[in-house]
C-alpha cells in the first residue's frame, strides 16, 4: 500500500528558501511524483512533478525557475526546492503518487490516486 507523508513546512520571509519532503512507504521507482498546493476557497494547484522514470520534470508557469523537484530513490523521498519564496506560495503543500501516467499528464491531479495529508508553507513579507 501507498502511504505518503509530507514535512518540511513552516514559516519564511518573502525572498527565503525552503525544501518540502515527501516520504513513500514503498518506493519512488516507477511513480511520478508531483507536489499540488492549495489555498483556502480555491482550488487545488499543481505545482512541479517528475516523470515514474524520473526522466523529466514539470512545472507550473508561476514557479519555473524558483522551485525545483527531485527525488532520492534510496531514501524514499521526494523533494521540493523551494526559492524566491513569494507571499504567493503561502499554501498547504500535497505531494502525491502515480504509477501509469504520461509525461503530458505529470501535472494533472487526477491522474495522482496517491495523496499525502500536506505540510503548510507560509511566506510572510
Known amino acids: 500500500q501507498v502511504e505518503l507523508v509530507e514535512s518540511g513546512g513552516g514559516s519564511v520571509q518573502a525572498g527565503g528558501s525552503l525544501r518540502l519532503s515527501c516520504t513513500i512507504s514503498?518506493?519512488?521507482?516507477?511513480?511520478?511524483g508531483a507536489w499540488f498546493r492549495q489555498v483556502p476557497g480555491k482550488a487545488r494547484e499543481a505545482v512541479a512533478a517528475?516523470?515514474?522514470?524520473?526522466?523529466?520534470?514539470d512545472y507550473a508557469d508561476s514557479v519555473k525557475g524558483r522551485f525545483t523537484v527531485s527525488r532520492d530513490i534510496a531514501k524514499n523521498t521526494l523533494y521540493l526546492d523551494m526559492n524566491s519564496l513569494k507571499t504567493q506560495d503561502t499554501a498547504t503543500y500535497f505531494c502525491?503518487?502515480?504509477?501509469?501516467?504520461?509525461?503530458?499528464?505529470?501535472?494533472?491531479?487526477?491522474?495522482?490516486?496517491?495523496w499525502g495529508q500536506g505540510t503548510q508553507v507560509i511566506v510572510s513579507s
Open positions: 514503498t518506493t519512488w521507482a516507477g511513480y511520478a
Open positions: 502525491a503518487a502515480a504509477r501509469l501516467i504520461l509525461d503530458t499528464n505529470l501535472l494533472d491531479d487526477p491522474w495522482y490516486p496517491y
Open positions: 517528475v516523470s515514474p522514470g524520473g526522466g523529466t520534470t
